[in-house]
C-alpha cells in the first residue's frame, strides 16, 4: 500500500538515494532540504532535480534549526493522515570541518533534531529514523564496533554532535513513546557522492591528474559502504523495534593506501599522493560489526567496493562536464 514519507536533507546523498528508492515502491515523499553550502550546492541541486521530475515528491526548502520555519511548515502542509514516518537524514557531516566550525554542527544536529523530534510528536509521527555515524566511537572503541560500546568519549565535534541526537531521540522514546531507529553509517560513497569524501577526492585527482592528499601514511582503514546498501538499510529500519541503534557497514575494511591503488586500476592513470601529518579529530580505523542488522533487519550490504567503485567512476565520467567543477 503506497504510504507518505517525510525525509529530511532529501538534496543529501544518502537520502535522495533514498527517496528514489521509495518513490520506485509507489509512495509519496515530502522532502525537506535548507541547500546549505557545507559542500557544493551544484551537487545537491542535481540530486534534487533528479527528484523533483517524480510525480509524488514534494520539496519545501526548509532549514531544520529555524524552530519558526518548522512550525510554519507544519502548520500549513499538515497531511490528513499523519506520516507513516519520518527519515531524519539532514546532517552537516565532517569530522575535519567540524573542528573550525562547530556552532554549525550543533544548530544542524543537535538543535535541528530535538527540533523534529518536536515536529512528530506535533504532527502524530509515531516512527523515527535517525542517521547517525561511526564518528561516534571515537578512537577508544575497538573494533569492529559494536553498537553497545561507550560513545560517552567523541574525539570531534562532529561525533559529539551525532551523539546528542540519539540521545535526544532516547529521550523522546522513553518520554513520548516515540519508535526509533538509529543508523550508524560507515564511510559511505557511490554516484553523486560528497565532494569532500576520500573516494570522490581522490577519483577526481587521477582523473584530472592532480596531486591528491592523504592526512597519514594511508595506512589508516575504513569501512567503505556502497550507497545503495546503506538506502537498503534505512528502508529495512522502517519497521517497528522501540528503541536500537544499528550500525550499518561494508563488513570489509580497506585501508586509504589500498583504496587509492583499486581506483588506479580502474581509472588506469596512476596517483600523484601528497603526504601530509594525520588529523588529531581522524580515527586510525574503522569496523562495523553488523550482526544486529543481519539479524533484526535482514540487512548485509551486497555491493563489494570493486563493484562499488566501478559504479561511482561510471557516473563520474557520464556526469564529468559539469561534476569536474564541483569544490569539495
Known sequence: MPLRYLVTGCAGFIAARTVERLLDEGHEVVGLDNLNDAYSPLLKRWRLDRLRAQPNFQFHAIDLSDVGQLAEFGGTHRPSEPYAAVLHLAARSGVRASVANPQAYLATNVVGTQNMLDFCRDQRVGKLVLASSSSVYGSASRIPYREEADISLPASPY????????????????????????????????????????????????????PLTVYGDGSQSRDFTFVDDIASGVLAALRPVGYRTFNLGGDAPSSVRELIQQLEKILGKPAQVIHEAPHPADVPATWACIDRARRELDWAPKVTIDEGLQQTFAWYQQERDWAKAIEN
Open 159 to 210: 561525533a559529539a554532535s551525532k551523539v546528542g541526537a540519539e540521545v535526544l531521540s532516547h529521550a523522546a522514546h522513553v518520554v513520548h513513546g516515540l519508535d526509533v531507529s538509529v543508523l550508524r553509517f560507515f564511510t559511505v560513497y557511490g554516484p553523486a557522492g560528497r565532494p569532500d569524501m576520500s573516494v570522490y577526492r581522490f577519483m577526481r585527482a587521477i582523473d584530472s591528474g592532480q
